[in-house]
């Protein structure tokens, strides 16, 4: 199976931009989804597709991509923003599995 | 609104089965790819398996095919998860999620998980 690969930590000063990024070769076929997963919670979907939000999820979260990187960025972060951040995608090495990065801490100062 | 929830996670010994299921609600449940997603203590998410809302379409992960099977009864509105032969490494919360019609991802909506745990 194809692999996504996430830097493990990124920080944030309150009310700034950031942007988490994940790589992989099935991102030059399909999108990816990225989700947010607060200490004890279930994941929540925030962006999938070319650069979609699910109902509910505030405007300051937007997708986009490039080649074999995806890019989750978060304009003015939110103290509750700070939680790990998964992307994913379909593999693109014909086995038609689904894949997951291995997560981004995102830390807001 | 979508409501998702699983059951039958618990301690069992390794070799042994477990098999949870995901009662699903507040949307037409054939209609929709499901998936079991799982994440062992302090790691990552990993996808397990999917099923089309079709039951046409079914994979796993190389790490479970041939030990689990995944199923659903769209009558009920139900998805399961028959785990066979478990491994101390397959020790993890299971979530089930919904995909698209068309698409077993992105995971729209998750349930809140159930605790597996194969130990000695």
């Known amino acids: 199976s194809s692999e996504l690969t996430q830097d493990p930590a990124v920080s944030v000063a309150l009310g700034q931009t950031v942007t988490i990024t994940c790589q992989g070769d099935?991102?030059?076929?399909?999108?990816a989804g990225w989700y947010q997963q607060k200490p004890g919670q279930a994941p929540v979907l925030v962006v999938y597709g070319r650069n979609n939000r699910p109902s509910g999820i505030p405007d300051r979260f937007s997708g986009s991509s490039s080649e074999n990187t995806a890019f989750l960025t978060i304009t003015g972060a939110q103290a509750e923003d700070e939680a790990d951040y998964y992307c994913?995608?379909?593999?693109?090495?014909?086995?038609?599995?689904?894949?997951f990065g291995g997560g981004t801490k995102l830390t807001v100062l | 609104q979508v409501q998702l929830v699983e059951s039958g996670g618990g301690l069992v010994k390794p070799g042994e089965s477990l098999r949870l299921s995901c009662a699903a609600s507040?949307?037409?449940?054939?209609?929709?790819?499901m998936s079991w997603i799982r994440q062992a203590p302090g790691k990552g998410l990993e996808w397990v398996s999917y099923?089309?809302?079709?039951?046409?379409?079914?994979n796993y992960a190389d790490s479970v095919k041939g030990r689990f099977t995944i199923s659903r009864d769209n009558a009920k509105n139900s998805l399961y998860m028959q785990m066979n032969n478990l491994k101390v490494e397959d020790t993890a919360v299971y979530y089930c999620?919904?995909?698209?019609?068309?698409?077993?991802?992105?995971?729209?909506?998750w349930g809140q998980g159930t605790l597996v745990s194969v130990s000695s």
């Open positions: 994913n995608s379909r593999d693109s090495s014909g086995h038609l599995h689904v894949v």
């Open positions: 099923i089309s809302g079709s039951l046409s379409t079914i």
């Open positions: 999620a919904t995909g698209s019609d068309w698409n077993p991802t992105p995971f729209d909506s």
């Open positions: 507040g949307f037409t449940f054939s209609d929709y790819y």
């Open positions: 099935s991102l030059r076929g399909y999108y």
